[in-house]
């Protein structure tokens, strides 16, 4: 049990859908993280947020808009996604975003876009 | 240039073998941590382990050691008597001050399958 949890679990949703991704962490941490992994590439981070404010924007699409209401929540509105968009998404929490402080994964919502 | 590379793409391996997964990292920090991650099929990352670039101590872990040599900037990962269950994808990771807010830089990963 991680204390990571995130919902769906599994997405499939057409080009002009709107959805969003929903990540709880029952940690305590500061901080959270949404990272995307495609296959065969490594995994991608796309957003860090610590104290819910945002410190990391890695070049991502405006088509992924995060949202975090408090340390404990972390969401990721998806619309207009393309098909190479397909990846399992990975939200992850930790104390603090200090060199070396290991993140706590949840089991990833695996997205199909159509 | 990668940070991190985890040449071993894939690796099959018969029950109660030994085997090993390499994992080389580049960074111009004096001060960072590595660590390995496990992702079974379930998805999530767990967490195995993390070394700070001060203690080279290599370290064991019921059938898990890890051997960190900053002379050639590897941090690998033993599995004595592999167990179908340690079947995973296994990532190395990288956090260094360097990279200011970006936490940490994984690996492509290795796939290790354990055959009954």
């Known amino acids: 049990e991680t204390g990571v949890t995130q919902t769906p679990r599994h997405l499939v949703m057409g080009m002009t859908n709107k959805k969003s991704l929903k990540c709880e962490q029952h940690?305590?941490?500061?901080?959270m993280y949404w990272y995307k992994q495609s296959a065969k590439k490594p995994l991608e981070l796309m957003f860090v947020?610590?104290?819910?404010?945002?410190?990391e924007n890695n070049s991502v699409p405006s088509r992924f808009s995060p949202e975090c209401p408090n340390s404990s929540h972390l969401f990721l509105h998806l619309h207009t996604l393309q098909p190479e968009d397909s990846a399992l998404y990975l939200c992850?929490?930790?104390?603090?975003?200090?060199?070396?402080?290991?993140?706590?994964f949840g089991p990833g919502t695996r997205l199909t876009v159509l | 240039a990668q940070k991190v590379t985890q040449a071993q793409t894939e690796i099959s391996v018969v029950e109660k073998e030994d085997v090993t997964l390499d994992c080389v990292y580049e960074?111009?920090?004096?001060?960072?941590?590595l660590f390995w991650y496990k992702q079974p099929p379930s998805g999530e990352l767990v967490f195995l382990i993390r070394?700070?670039?001060?203690?080279?101590q290599n370290e064991i872990s019921g059938r898990y050691s890890w051997n960190f040599q900053k002379s050639t900037s590897s941090f690998n990962f033993t599995i004595t008597a592999s167990q179908v269950v340690d079947s995973a994808v296994y990532f190395c990771?990288?956090?260094?001050?360097?990279?200011?807010?970006?936490?940490?830089?994984f690996g492509k990963g290795t796939r290790l399958s354990v055959i009954a």
């Open positions: 992850a929490s930790s104390q603090g975003q200090s060199l070396g402080n290991e993140q706590f």
């Open positions: 070394r700070n670039s001060f203690d080279e």
């Open positions: 960074t111009r920090d004096t001060t960072y941590y």
């Open positions: 990771a990288l956090s260094e001050a360097y990279s200011g807010n970006t936490p940490l830089v």
């Open positions: 947020y610590n104290f819910k404010e945002q410190t």
């Open positions: 940690l305590g941490h500061n901080a």
